[in-house]
């Protein structure tokens, strides 16, 4: 998977998990459809979603640095370095 990809899977994850975490949204929408019952466990999911998600995010940047720094020495990544 190339680095951009994970670092856009992991920012959008991210920030999802983010709003629903810190914002009404799904209090809200659940609230109105009539699933309000679902909150209660709601937190023991999005925690965890956000925790996986901010920690694709630096996995991904890991690997940006990583590339650009073997690149600047000359050195090249084979897959089995990875």
């Known amino acids: 998977m190339k680095d951009a990809t994970i670092i856009k899977t992991g920012v959008i994850g991210t920030v999802i998990a983010a709003i ?35 920690g694709i995010t630096a996995y991904g940047l890991w690997r940006r640095q990583r590339a650009a720094a073997c690149c600047k020495t000359g050195k090249t990544t084979t897959k089995e370095d990875i």
Do not use: N
């Open 20 to 54: 629903c975490c810190f914002t009404p949204v799904l209090v809200i929408g659940l609230g109105v459809v009539g699933l309000s019952a679902w909150l209660g466990w709601l937190d023991y999911v999005l925690f965890p979603a956000l925790a996986a998600f901010m």
